[in-house]
């Protein structure tokens, strides 16, 4: 029987049901690691998606990432069921679109909000998980960001921050939690989400035009960098990596 790469691992993902997320949660699966993943509201989708990866042993919890109590429980479950944490993805996040002139649409409430998911969620996850992580002796954080943290250009201003937000605490846990837990930045442009499949088609495909590679990226393609993290770039640590197309280049 052929070795699989992330055999007699677990991997905790937020976010998991997502469509970024789900495809994660397959690679994982399918390179033989043990999937925890979250959800928030999508139940259907993540039964779904629990009952469709290979392999045996993975689960889903209901949980926001606000809420660190429930991560804390989350740690305090796997640790339990698992006795490990080798990976830990933070794929949970939220956003609209706001034009970015609009400064009065981005009212302190929804900034609050975004900032509390997208940013502390984050960090509270990996908080969270510290101590697992750094028992495996070589754990991963993977934070999905956005080439939005790099050029501006995204759903909203607070958006952008916010994953420029991201790829900052990426580099500074890397240093900090080194050597034991390495953390990396996965850095997509726009993916072609059911989300975004559900914008102005002309939109789109501006966004299409507008990349070097002429398309948008697929879900697939997030999760296969993720796992390249996992397995191959062993030495990575502190960085962003882009899975854009190429669009900062036009």
């Not at 042993?57 to 809420?67: E, I």
């Not at 062993?234 to 854009?244: H, W």
């Amino acid at each position: 029987m052929q070795h699989q790469p992330m055999e007699g691992t677990v991997a905790v993902v937020t976010g998991g049901s997502g469509g970024i997320g789900s495809e994660i949660c397959r690679h994982l699966a399918q390179a033989g690691a043990t999937v925890v993943f979250t959800f928030h509201r999508r139940e259907q989708e993540a039964q779904r998606l629990q009952a469709s990866l290979p392999g045996a042993g993975h689960w889903a919890k209901q949980l926001s990432v606000d809420d660190s109590a429930a991560l804390n429980l989350l740690a305090t479950e796997v640790a339990s069921k698992h006795g490990r944490c080798d990976v830990l993805v933070n794929c949970a996040g939220t956003t609209r679109f706001v034009p970015h002139s609009d400064l009065e649409a981005l009212d302190d409430r929804f900034i609050d909000d975004l900032f509390r998911v997208n940013w502390r969620g984050s960090f509270a996850a990996v908080r969270a998980f510290k101590a697992l992580l750094q028992a495996a002796g070589s754990g991963l954080v993977v934070n999905i960001s956005s080439i939005a943290g790099v050029t501006g250009m995204g759903s909203n201003v607070a958006y952008c921050a916010s994953k420029a937000a991201l790829d900052c605490m990426t580099k500074s846990l890397a240093r900090a939690l080194a050597p034991g837990i390495r953390v990396v930045s996965v850095s997509p442009g726009l993916v072609d989400t059911e989300f975004v499949r559900g914008l102005d088609q002309k939109w789109r495909d501006e966004q299409a035009a507008r990349t070097p590679l002429g398309r948008l990226a697929r879900p697939e393609e997030v999760a296969a960098a993720v796992l390249a993290v996992a397995t191959a770039l062993s030495y990575s640590n502190g960085c962003i990596i882009p899975v854009d197309g190429g669009r900062p280049l036009s």
